[in-house]
């Protein structure tokens, strides 16, 4: 199976309108982990993800910050991406944009304490939101209904 890999490019940080620029190409990957991104500036929610998701089997990476979550999107693909609003260097959906611009079929979440992260999700085109005062199960629950698709595809691959 092919899959689109992006390269970040780091010597040209922005391009036009302040997007870093990215080139996809193309590579072979057998693997059928489900991989997941959590890109968050809060270490301890981070973890707390990464714990809860990785106890569930999927491989989790974490980042906290933009710059070094493109740079790990241009070196593997990501099945779902957990992106927080405000992050120290850029706007978590402005980070969402960009990676869909090497995998469109990237799921995202766009997290945020802000109560009106639905709105900066519908803006970015993100798959859902999670505002940080609700249960972070509530964000658990939503992570698994995006990936069951996934790991449906990946399982009819197999036969």
């Known amino acids: 199976m092919n899959q689109i890999v992006c390269q970040y490019d780091a010597e040209y940080e922005f391009g036009m309108n302040g997007v870093p620029e990215i080139m996809a190409e193309e590579q072979d990957s057998t693997s059928s982990t489900i991989r997941i991104l ?4 809060n270490a301890s929610f981070t973890a707390l993800l990464a714990m809860l998701l990785g ?12 710059e070094s979550a493109l740079q790990m999107i241009a070196a593997k693909h990501y099945d779902v991406l957990l992106v927080d609003l405000n992050l120290p260097d850029m706007q978590g959906d402005a980070f969402i944009e960009i990676a869909r611009q090497c995998y469109p079929s990237v799921k995202s979440v766009l997290v945020s304490a802000n109560p009106e992260v639905g709105k900066y999700a519908k ?4 798959d859902g939101a999670f505002f ?6 509530t964000l658990f629950t939503q992570v698994l209904s995006l990936l ?3 790991a449906g595809k990946q399982s009819s691959d197999v036969h």
């Open 148 to 150: 069951a698709p996934v």
């Open 55 to 66: 106890e569930q089997g999927y491989q989790v990476d974490m980042a906290l910050e933009g």
């Open 123 to 126: 803006a970015c085109n993100a």
């Open 132 to 137: 940080k005062g609700e249960s972070v199960m």
């Open 38 to 41: 959590v890109l968050d500036d």
